[in-house]
Every structure is written in structure tokens, then in C-alpha cells.
């Protein structure tokens, strides 16, 4: 499946037009695809080189049999790339099953990997089959595969020896086929160097090693997913227009490092939408971290504004008008919640604003509450 301008991954383009001008997605592979109007799979987005040697690296990695270790900070993408590998192999009709390491019990994980013969244990009330049974013909993730203990991970690497398993208190081996993905966003090198982890097991699992950038590594990438996530959002919440950010929240958003990578975005796109009303998002509708996120970097254009004034290079009124600037900017525009943090009167803030030539966005609802509440109280700087 050739991707000449991959924008978006595992079966998915975004190069089709809807009725309001947004990209909407298409497949050329509908193998891959639900058919259900309105309802997507999770994919991997992205223009950026990065992403794009990403994209070449899991089409070139896809075909082969081979066992792929995919590392990479959370919130990454790690199993939509797992995902997204099972879907351009040839074991896509078959099952994708996804288990996440660290979330079972140290004394259930090997039943839950091998399963387990009746009577073996107490609760065990039935023949049981594990996952490598149930993912035969197709591929098992492992996802955090560091949580795995000693014991689990010895007999995981005898199951990648002999291609059997044996199920927990059964005396016969059963054949399976299946290719292993494992995720993990620490470092399994120093886990081996350490002991926690199976050198010998390491090189199994990392036969491809493939890692997923960060997000403040994807230079471009942010706006398109904004656009992804937005309309899939509206899509699922049945909204009949895709709103979009303002130009001041666009330029939050792009600012802002995202140590919550992928996964942090796309919560404040949610977060967004369940806020905001109408087809334009602000500053106002994204969570306190981004606008706080902000307001620390206009502090330290402040602090070396200041500094220059100090060297005799910036005139007072370029402080003063700085100043006055973030905090209008830090309060989305509201000329009645910027003055009083000022300590000014909002009609002196309004001539000021005028002498910039700057015309404030103003929110006439807020404004108006915050008149009332601000109205015969004396302003001061808080």
C-alpha cells in the first residue's frame, strides 16, 4: 500500500474534501476498515520526516514474520502502530490481541498467557485457553512487557523457541502460530543490564526494534492532529460542524511541550468540545495547564524584556505595553478581568489598548457578569 504523501496510517488518507472543506477519511484497502458510517479506527497521523520514516519503516517491517519491540514514550502511539503493522501483514484477517503486561496480577499472568487446565489452581473450575492459543493465525501484543516477571518471561522465551505452549497443569504441548509485538516505554537495555530483565528474551522481542517520537519532536504534526481529532470528535458526538480553534488557541496549542504526547492531545480536543459552544474554540475552552503553560512563557519574554530595559536597549513604554499585552492575553481577551488584575480602570486599559492600535477580543456575557461583580469595588494589582 503505497504511501507517497502519508498523512495518516493503517489504511487510512486524508485527501478527500467533505461538504465543508475539512479532510475527511478514506481507504483504499476496505479490508482494513469498519464499514460503519461515522465510525473510525484508531490511526497513526502525521506529516512530519519523523513520521514519515515511521510510516516507510512499518511498511518495509509489516510483511516479515519477524518479532518488532516498538519503545517510546506514553502516549506515543505504540499500539496503533502495533496495530497498524497487524493490518498491512498477512495475518490481518486473523485476530489482533492486545494485552497489557502490567495490568495482571504477577500470580495470574502466565494463565492468562498459557492458559490452565481444570482443578490446576483454585477458581480454575474449567479448561482454560491463554492468549497465544486465541491469538493463533494472527498477533499478540504485549504492551509494557517490562511488567513481566522472571518466571513469565522464561517460559515467553520457550514459547518463542518452540513455537508450543502448554497450558498451566496440562502434560501436552499445543502448536501455535503467532508473531509477537511487545511495547514498553522504558529502557529494556538497562533493565537487562540490571537483572529484571531476560537478556536472551530481550534479543527475541527486539529482532525489529521500532520507536515512536515524541510529539514535541513532530515539527507540523500538531495542527493536523487538532483537525483529525476535532472531527472525529464531532463526528461521534453528532455534530453537524467541525468547530476549529481560534488563532490565539492554535498558537497555545502548538506551544505547548506535551509531555502526555498523542494521548494528551487528543483528551484536550475533548476537552474542548465538551466546553466550548459554537464553531470557534478559545484560550478560554482549553484546560488551566495550557493557558498556565502560557502565561510562564509570556512571563519570561517579560523577564528579558526587562532584562534589555535594564541595558538601556528597551524604552519604558515597550515594558509597559508588553505587560499590559499578557495580561490581556492571559485572561483570552476579557478587557474587565485584565484591568482589574491591572489595577487600572477599564476605560484607561480600553485608551491604552487604542494608543496600540490593539483591538481586545472581547466577551460580551463574561464581560458584562464581571462589570456587575467588579462594579463600585476599588481595583487592585492581586
Excluded at 453537524?240 to 502526555?260: D, M, Q, R
Excluded at 485572561?331 to 491604552?352: H, T
Amino acid at each position: 500500500m503505497p504511501l507517497a504523501t502519508p498523512t495518516v496510517f493503517d489504511g487510512w488518507t486524508n485527501d478527500q474534501p467533505n461538504n465543508q472543506g475539512r479532510a475527511i477519511a478514506k481507504s483504499p484497502d476496505t479490508d482494513c476498515l469498519e464499514s460503519t458510517p461515522n465510525v473510525r479506527k484508531p490511526t497513526l497521523v502525521g506529516q512530519s520526516p519523523v513520521m514519515r520514516k515511521l510510516f516507510s519503516v512499518i511498511q518495509r517491517v509489516a510483511p516479515t514474520d519477524a518479532s518488532v519491540l516498538i519503545t517510546g514514550a506514553t502516549g506515543t502511539g505504540k499500539e496503533l502502530a502495533a496495530r497498524a503493522i497487524h493490518n498491512m501483514s498477512s495475518r490481518r484477517d486473523a485476530a489482533f490481541v492486545d494485552i497489557n503486561c502490567s495490568a495482571i496480577p504477577e500470580t495470574l499472568i502466565e494463565a492468562e498467557l498459557f492458559g490452565h487446565q481444570r482443578g490446576t489452581f483454585t477458581g480454575a473450575h474449567e479448561n482454560r485457553s491463554g492468549l497465544f492459543e486465541k491469538a493463533s493465525g494472527g498477533t499478540l501484543f504485549l504492551d509494557e512487557v517490562d511488567a513481566l516477571n522472571l518466571s513469565a518471561q522464561a517460559k515467553l522465551l520457550r514459547v518463542l523457541q518452540e513455537r508450543t505452549v502448554r497450558r498451566i497443569g496440562a502434560r501436552a504441548n499445543i502448536a501455535i502460530d503467532v508473531r509477537i509485538i511487545s511495547a514498553t516505554n522504558c529502557d529494556l537495555a538497562q533493565a537487562v543490564a540490571s537483572g529484571r530483565f531476560r537478556p536472551d528474551l530481550y534479543y527475541r522481542l527486539r529482532v525489529l526494534p521500532l520507536h515512536l517520537p515524541e510529539l514535541c519532536t513532530r515539527a507540523g504534526d500538531i495542527n493536523l492532529l487538532v483537525d483529525y481529532f476535532l472531527q472525529v470528535k464531532s463526528e461521534r458526538q453528532g455534530r453537524t460542524t467541525v468547530p476549529h480553534f481560534s488563532a490565539e488557541a492554535t498558537k497555545v496549542l502548538n506551544e505547548y511541550p506535551w509531555p502526555g504526547n498523542v494521548r494528551e492531545l487528543e483528551n484536550v480536543i475533548e476537552y474542548a468540545l465538551a466546553l466550548g459552544n459554537g464553531d470557534e474554540l478559545g484560550i478560554e475552552d482549553l484546560p488551566l495547564e495550557l493557558s498556565e503553560s502560557r502565561s510562564q512563557a509570556s512571563s519570561e519574554d517579560l523577564r528579558q524584556l526587562l532584562e534589555a530595559y535594564m541595558t538601556d536597549a528597551v524604552p519604558l513604554a515597550e515594558i509597559e505595553k508588553r505587560y499590559i499585552l499578557s495580561v490581556l492575553q492571559q485572561f483570552g481577551g476579557n478587557q474587565v478581568r485584565a484591568a482589574a488584575a491591572l489595577g487600572i480602570d477599564r476605560s484607561k486599559l480600553y485608551r491604552r489598548l487604542r494608543q496600540y492600535g490593539v483591538k481586545a477580543v472581547k466577551f460580551l456575557q463574561e464581560e458584562e457578569q464581571d462589570g456587575l461583580q467588579f462594579r463600585g469595588m476599588k481595583t487592585h494589582v492581586v
